[in-house]
């Protein structure tokens, strides 16, 4: 005789009884909600009234047409003001893109600062980024670097370049109101363009020559003058030294720094030509409305996926490039045979 199971089943269904509230990590460590500063909350309201006022001037002006366009004319660096008796410190636009990639460094190198020293208990997003920056820097750009002094000395060097050639290559792509043209019958009131310090010559190869001090200045601390200069054999012996070696001093002395300044000056000019020229080309594509229309909206587009394209990849290519051809070169002054 089997007898019943006098167990009670419990009873499944949720109670109601109140479930207490569960403090956050923040509050848990006593670090209050992150909110916004004064910088942040005013920068898109006072952006947008600005752009605002802007526009509203500019429909109010006359157009003046323009048979011809020439899109290289965008590169030209007058000054912006009548200084004439300031010489070569003139300031163009190429002085306040330079400018505003400069203020970027310093700020970004500020925030990275206060980050650390203010550093909190609970990893923050911003500090994942920034660590990802210095992973980045620290292993696929200075990686070519051999470990020990000459590590430890260049590799603030080289992602110090790195970041600040990416910065230069994409505040490139910000629209400021410093064109060559005027907007109706105002000096002062330019149309909106697009301005790529890296396109100019002078300024890569400026920092292409930064890079090659250093190069030959760690080459001749390793092997001494003499020394240095014998490495440019490339291991060779003999009589096919008369061939080499004018090709190695070629090289070493000329054809790579040039090709360092001219590689990054030569995508960044090319990049920010296609783009002006699509936009133009409704301008150029004249006749009929429907003509026009259709130019501007298919150059539209197609500036725009230049413009895309450009800025999410092309830039931080070349200033990745830009940088870890600046630490092999550094690596390779310093070894025996290159």
């Not at 920034?130 to 470990?147: M, R, T």
């Not at 003499?226 to 291991?235: C, D, F, N, P, R």
């Not at 008369?242 to 000329?254: A, F, H, K, M, W």
Request: hydrophobic share 50%.
């Amino acid at each position: 005789m089997t007898t019943a199971n006098a167990t009670a089943t419990p009873d499944l269904e949720p109670s109601n009884v109140p479930v207490p509230n569960v403090p956050s990590p923040n509050e848990l460590d006593g670090d209050p909600k992150p909110r916004l500063g004064w910088f942040g909350k005013l920068f898109f309201p006072v952006a947008f009234a600005l752009m605002a006022v802007w526009f509203v001037v500019i429909l109010g002006q006359d157009k003046l047409p323009k048979e011809e366009f020439d899109p290289t004319e965008e590169f030209k660096l007058t000054p912006l003001f009548n200084t004439d008796s300031w010489g070569a410190l003139a300031i163009n636009k190429g002085v306040v893109y330079l400018f505003i990639a400069l203020l970027g460094c310093v700020l970004f190198a500020w925030y990275v600062n206060r980050a650390i020293v203010s550093r909190h208990k609970q990893e923050t997003k911003t500090q994942s980024a920034i660590e990802g920056v210095y992973e980045f820097a620290h292993d696929q750009i200075a990686g070519s670097l051999p470990e020990g002094k000459l590590f430890n000395r260049y590799m603030p060097y080289t992602a110090s370049i790195f970041v600040f050639v990416w910065l230069l290559n994409m505040t490139s792509f910000v629209p400021l109101p410093l064109g060559h043209e005027n907007i109706g019958d105002i000096s002062f009131l330019k149309a909106f363009g697009v301005y790529a310090v890296t396109s100019n010559i002078f300024c890569t190869i400026t920092l292409a020559l930064l890079t090659f001090a250093i190069y030959h200045y760690e080459g001749i601390k390793a092997h001494g003058f003499v020394g240095y200069l014998k490495t440019w054999s490339a291991g060779q012996k003999g009589p096919v030294l008369l061939l080499v070696y004018p090709v190695e001093i070629l090289t070493n002395l000329v054809l790579k720094p040039v090709s360092l300044a001219v590689r990054l000056f030569a995508n960044m000019l090319s990049g920010h030509v296609l783009i002006l020229l699509m936009m133009a080309l409704a301008g150029v594509i004249g006749g009929a409305v429907i003509t026009s229309v259709f130019a501007q909206a298919a150059g539209t587009v197609v500036a725009l996926a230049f413009y895309l394209f450009e800025m999410g990849l092309v830039a931080s290519l070349q200033a990745f490039i830009f940088a870890v051809l600046s630490a092999i070169y550094i690596a390779s002054a310093a070894e025996e045979h290159h």
